[in-house]
């Protein structure tokens, strides 16, 4: 159903990504309750179904970021956010589409670009990972390692040109702990990546901001 949405959009360089159960919820009236999950009144639910963008056969990585973030509020440039299609179908159908800055694509500033070996990369991952989440008890573990493509952009130069560029992104779990029981439970962050490293270069990129 989702590809016959997205033929007649013309974006036939997306194909599926990932498929996950989402819920529609909202809180009730209780001012008391307001924020905690036991007030929580559960809508409906539907699959999410995440396309991205495939460039000669390699994929632009899906995050959960939404990126855009100027890292000060001062800053008088303009945020940009990223591409993103996304479908929520259930059993009486479409329930929702949401497609947000598409981008145009140009032609390739290099043809071939070297990567890091992959050992550098896990050097890097390992030099920065107990410094990123220094303050942080929770017990993080990887599950999940992914090449592909994401953009990054100097909001003080320009805020509708940027570059893809290949990344590795690491996501995983969150082991945390009840601070009233001091039991664990996992968290599972499927398309949140905690830790995204420039492939080429191996600079570390905050998703948030896009750079």
Do not use: C, H
């Not at 009486?92 to 992959?118: R, T």
């Amino acid at each position: 159903m989702t590809d016959q949405y997205m033929e007649k959009l013309g974006l036939s360089d997306f194909t599926p990504k990932r498929v996950e159960l989402s819920l529609s919820s909202r809180y009730n009236t209780d001012p008391i309750g307001l924020g905690s999950e036991e007030y929580l009144d559960y809508q409906d639910a539907a699959y999410q179904i995440i396309y991205t963008r495939d460039l000669r056969g390699f994929p632009i990585t899906p995050d959960n970021s939404n990126g855009g973030v100027l890292e000060y509020t001062d800053d008088s440039g303009s945020a940009w956010g990223y591409e993103k299609v996304e479908f929520y179908v259930n059993q009486e159908g479409l329930q929702k589409a949401s497609i947000q800055n598409l981008y145009e694509i140009q032609k390739p500033m290099i043809d071939n670009v070297e990567l890091m070996s992959f050992s550098d990369i896990t050097e890097i991952f390992w030099k920065i990972m107990p410094v990123r989440f220094q303050n942080n008890t929770d017990k993080i573990n990887i599950n999940r390692i992914t090449l592909g493509y994401m953009k990054i952009y100097d909001p003080g130069l320009s805020s509708t040109t940027g570059l893809l560029v290949p990344v590795w992104d690491f996501f995983g779990t969150r082991e945390i702990y009840d601070p009233d029981t001091g039991e664990p439970y996992t968290m599972t962050y499927p398309t949140t990546s905690f830790l995204t490293i420039n492939a080429a270069d191996g600079t570390v990129i905050n998703r948030n901001y896009g750079y």
